[in-house]
């Protein structure tokens, strides 16, 4: 069902290479100035710049929804949004991190995403009135901000579930009911999302490749959005959620969610999974390998693959347009800029004669640490050989853990004997760090290099360092020293991760799932899922990997390992409906305030969290739309 909505007030008028401070007025009766915005292509091409500018800033400390799950948490004086989130503090009235209408934060703002929709009707709308544009350079632009609209409204419903469809924007003669939008249902709005994108495919380019044109939105994008939005409809959030929503209607009395579950949804995402990855590869989309000379380790010293596996997963991350990276936020980070996640996750330099750049109080949870597989590639708990009862029991690091630990130090039994994606991503007490150009020796208990300092509020509360989002060769000296890439909004690696879940759900355990989680783990040089859940030598639950259900946690369980802190697992956990089992427990750490060895390993809850079911689930529609128009209908528990 096509909604309408009023025209935009403003657009963002700038190119995707520079910051957008200058507004243009269009309104609906000021004809002329539409005119001239769609006269020439120069104009035109800052109109479709302007559509891009509204995709979120996941790589912003106080916007990234790592902050949101159970992945990270920062020291209190220093919460961002998503701790406050996670901590309760979300209401109607004074609504957190939301797209309904936008949020601002600490100098970053986030404009509403319905805005974002009715710039990129207007665009559609006038492009074709261009002079000196070609036929195909107006369809393919059309294409571009097609798919956007559709991304946005796609964004808006993971926050929300019903929303109003805005498919064209009204003229200024529309009466007030027509204004008063109303929600239309979640599965109108999921054929919505998937029809525009179909509709963009036929005209967007197979895949973008010139640097200037890099993040902007190409076939390869819309198939990979393609296949998360169909996993997302298919999820029991959305899909038979008669435990949450079998009373939640409109004004005619229809349910907003579906409650009968459909498993050919499933069907649909794997099909759509399985495209997207074709078409990845036919446009040379891979996993990503490190290939360059690997500072710093001698080869005799340690295996080889130890290594490449180690910067293997590193440098997936930051190096700048890889060939896993599917879609790229492309807006660039100017010298001086501030707000980064990179920077509040950057180590301070204990010799640095500034640390501008670097602020040490973003910290991945206990819980997250305890998430990452052993070096067998099996949950900490699974495996026999791991010492699991004697995870938090210090002990002396052995030789043959040199390259990820200080050898003869003494650290905790759960740093040890762990998977690479462990130690390419987490930095602990007595571990080892490439940053700032260099190696580091990490020491985390009070009053050391790395640890809190007095009462200094700039420290990692849970004891842990986030080394994933951090280029090794970051300097925290400055700001302008920090090495800046674009932000994954969606990667490879995820494709396969969507596939096996979609197909695992849909006709259960087969090799096309093993093999499609194995192209993830191979990677970092794990054993192949049906190998090592086989081996009653090595897993606690034999042959888990053979059912459904037990398939199910793997792979979930894979894909919060893979995906951690790129923004994911708050929206993954929700859409499993398993928000309470992980969002409602105290943030977990070591006791950083302790300078003893006995007393700095003690766990202890460094925060608390909040999650009432079925109310976090959704967020609230803001109040003050809610007062504006009289026909929306508040989420449940809100």
Request: charged letters at 25%.
């Amino acid at each position: 069902m096509k909604k309408t909505f009023i025209y935009a007030i403003a657009a963002i008028l700038g190119g995707l290479a520079t910051s957008c401070d200058s507004y243009l007025d269009i309104v609906p009766d000021k004809t002329q100035e539409l005119e001239l915005l769609f006269e020439r292509k120069d104009a035109a091409y800052k109109a479709l710049a302007t559509c891009y500018q509204y995709l979120p800033q996941d790589d912003g400390v106080y916007s990234t929804y790592a902050f949101a799950s159970d992945e990270l948490t920062t020291p209190i004086p220093q919460e961002t949004p998503g701790v406050e989130m996670m901590r309760g503090k979300q209401s109607s009235a004074s609504p957190l991190m939301g797209y309904w209408a936008g949020h601002y934060a600490h100098g970053r703002s986030q404009e509403s995403l319905f805005r974002a929709i009715r710039n990129c009707n207007i665009f559609i709308e006038n492009v074709d009135a261009v002079l000196d544009m070609t036929d195909n350079e107006k369809a393919t632009w059309k294409a571009e901000v097609v798919f956007l609209k559709a991304y946005y409204h796609f964004l808006l419903l993971r926050q929300y579930g019903p929303i109003p469809i805005v498919d064209r924007n009204l003229v200024i003669s529309a009466d007030v009911d027509e204004v008063r939008v109303r929600q239309d249902k979640v599965d109108d709005v999921f054929a919505y999302i998937v029809a525009k994108i179909d509709t963009a495919m036929s005209d967007l380019p197979g895949r973008y490749t010139n640097n200037n044109e890099l993040g902007r939105v190409d076939q390869v994008i819309a198939a990979a959005i393609k296949s998360r939005v169909l996993l997302y409809a298919a999820s029991p959030l959305y899909n038979g959620n008669s435990e949450f929503y079998e009373t939640f209607t409109n004004a005619d009395g229809e349910k907003f969610f579906n409650t009968e579950y459909d498993a050919e949804k499933w069907q649909f995402a794997a099909d759509a999974a399985r495209e997207a990855i074709e078409v990845a590869l036919a446009s040379g989309v891979e996993m990503y390998t490190y290939n360059d000379v690997v500072p710093g380790f001698d080869s005799a010293a340690y295996q080889a693959d130890e290594v490449k596996a180690l910067y293997n997963y590193r440098y997936m991350f930051t190096d700048k347009w890889n060939r896993e990276l599917i879609w790229g936020h492309s807006k660039p980070v100017d010298d001086g800029e501030w707000w980064t996640l990179q920077a509040a996750a950057m180590m301070i330099g204990p010799d640095a004669s500034s640390n501008y750049g670097a602020w040490q109080w973003v910290s991945p949870t206990l819980q997250m640490a305890e998430r990452y597989y052993t070096k067998n590639g099996l949950p900490i708990e699974e495996d026999l050989t791991f010492l699991y009862d004697n995870r938090y029991t210090i002990t002396v690091i052995p030789p043959d853990e040199a390259l990820h630990a200080q050898e003869g130090e003494v650290t905790a039994n759960l740093h040890l004997n762990r998977e690479p994606r462990f130690y390419a991503s987490i930095g602990f007490d007595r571990g080892t760090y490439r940053t700032w150009g260099t190696k580091w020796d990490l020491q985390m208990k009070k009053g050391e290099d790395h640890g809190r300092r007095a009462q200094s509020n700039d420290y990692v509360i849970t004891g842990y360092v986030l080394k994933k989002i951090c280029h090794p060769s970051s300097i925290g000296e400055e700001y302008s020293t920090l090495v800046y890439y674009p932000w994954p909004i969606i990667r490879f690696a995820e494709l396969w991760l969507n596939y096996a879940e979609a197909l695992n759900e849909y006709s259960g355990p087969s090799q096309e799932v093993y093999d499609a989680l194995n192209m993830v783990r191979s990677r970092s040089f794990l054993p192949d899922v049906e190998d090592v859940w086989s081996d009653p030598a090595l897993a606690k639950t034999v042959n888990k990997h053979t059912t459904k259900e037990g398939l199910r946690e793997i792979i979930r369980q894979e894909r919060s390992i893979e995906l951690a802190f790129e923004g994911n697992r708050y929206y993954d956990v929700r859409r499993w409906k398993e928000g309470a089992k992980y969002f409602a427990e105290p943030v977990k750490g070591w006791s950083v305030d302790e300078s003893a060895l006995n007393k700095f390993y003690v766990v202890r809850d460094v925060g608390q969290r909040s999650f009432i079911t079925p109310r976090d689930y959704q967020h609230p529609v803001p109040m003050d739309e809610m007062i504006i128009n009289s026909n929306l209908v508040q989420n449940p528990g809100w």
